[in-house]
């Protein structure tokens, strides 16, 4: 099924009605309002008023320097190549080059009148302000994305929950027939979710920063921790006793994917855990000795785990918070 935006929507609307509107005040070359405002529309409130200025001081620069340059030169094939090497290295220094399109329409149009007059000028003006205002108008609104995050973090959140009772399993069972179909997942969910929380950012101008954005970022460092851990359970072909109590770590952290700060407590039971790793017997063969290693690589990943949850968690507002380990 086609899939219509909402920058196409109002593209579709901006376009037409900027022209409407410069038709109706009976400017000359009306049409270029429509296209003003097509390259105006831009994703985000932020980029498009960075837009706007871009297009609005480089049409503005061309004015001048068409004024200048076809006065003195005249209206002349090698005027417009001459008017070039200076407007553009201008628009280079005054960083508004993604404007140089944008003023090239104005640049033909005062080229094509073979003699500018001050109410060209005007009726260019105007055709600037009709374009670019309809575009910032139209971008005044932008749709909210938070209910896309909510869902967003409700989809990483379950399959970080698959990952880790997954490994419960290999830690009580020694059996593995998980695909890994929730890594690749998680990794293309993160990575989106990022994309979106830094387009919400700019629609909010006045905004330096995104309680999502910390979440995302606090996310995206426990799954790299995760995918360390998983060569690690791989790796132990026999059980042990601490095999089972890592399990039941696991199990709990499984169990703990959801709205409540329990960093602190599952913290705890991980010092607790050590103490008894230290305080058993030593290991009868190499095997047992290469499993009791890896669990105890295994438990120092997840106590960074949760302290990347208990250092970095985001400042929610009370209709959201996120504080799962």
Known sequence: MLKIGYRTIKTAIGTPFAIWIAELLSLDNFVSAGILTL????????????????????CLLAMVYSFIV???VGYHPVAIGLLLILFIPTTVKL?????????????????????????????ELVLIVVGIGTALLLNLYMPSLDANLMKMQKKIEGNFKII??????????????????E??????????????????????????????????????????LLRRMLPLISQMNDLYEQSYRMADL?????????????????????????????????????????????????LYEIEQYLVIKKNRAPNFKQKQRVDAP
């Open 39 to 58: 390259l105006c529309i831009q994703p985000t409130r932020k980029r498009s008023f960075l837009s706007s200025w871009y297009r609005f001081g480089a």
């Open 70 to 72: 076809f006065e003195l």
């Open 95 to 123: 960083e508004l080059t993604p404007g140089i399109v944008t003023s090239s329409v104005i640049l033909l149009h005062l080229y094509s009148s073979q003699h500018i007059t001050w109410n060209l000028l005007l009726n």
């Open 164 to 181: 880790l009772t997954e490994i419960v399993i290999y830690l009580r069972e020694g059996r593995q027939t998980w695909t890994g179909r």
């Open 183 to 224: 890594i690749t997942e998680t990794e293309d969910l993160l990575n989106e979710a990022e994309e979106m929380v830094l387009r919400d950012l700019e629609n909010h101008i006045f905004r330096d920063s995104h309680p999502y954005y910390d979440y995302v970022k606090m996310r995206k460092k426990q799954f790299e």
């Open 250 to 298: 696991f199990d709990d952290l499984a169990e703990a994917i959801h709205p409540g700060n329990t960093a602190s407590i599952h913290l705890q039971t991980i010092r607790e855990l050590k103490q008894q790793f230290e305080g058993d017997d030593l290991p009868k063969t190499r095997q047992e000795f290469e499993t009791r290693a890896n669990l105890f690589r295994l």
